[in-house]
Nanobody, 114 residues
């Protein structure tokens, strides 16, 4: 059974940092790994995504967030620096298998206080 194990969310003051991790279990042909977020009353949006040789970022997080992956451990990380209250949301890990499609984590809450 496929599992995405997320960790690293929490409460932080504005300007602080958090690091999210997501370990993918039993996904054999990983294509992209990434993070989405959803704030109350808003649509889910792509925050950052990493492929074999490329990365994509939401404009508002460029220069503050960094996505990386450990292919040996099928794990993706999101280092979030200079956090702002508007970054407050539930963050979801997303892993796309070449053949089986996309899998989602259960979500981890990130709250940034002003």
């Amino acid at each position: 059974q496929v599992q995405l194990e997320e960790s690293g969310g929490g409460l932080v003051q504005s300007g602080g940092s958090l690091r999210l991790s997501c370990a993918a279990r039993r996904i054999r042909n990983i294509n992209t790994m990434g993070w989405y977020r959803q704030a109350p009353g808003k649509q889910r949006e792509l925050v950052a995504r990493i492929g074999s040789s490329s990365t994509d970022y939401l404009d508002s997080v460029k220069g503050r967030f960094t996505i990386s992956r450990d292919n040996a451990k099928n794990t993706v990380f999101l280092q979030m620096n200079s956090l702002k209250p508007e970054d407050t949301a539930v963050y979801y890990c997303n892993v796309r298998d070449v053949w089986m499609g996309a899998y989602w984590g259960q979500g981890t809450q990130v709250t940034v206080s002003s």
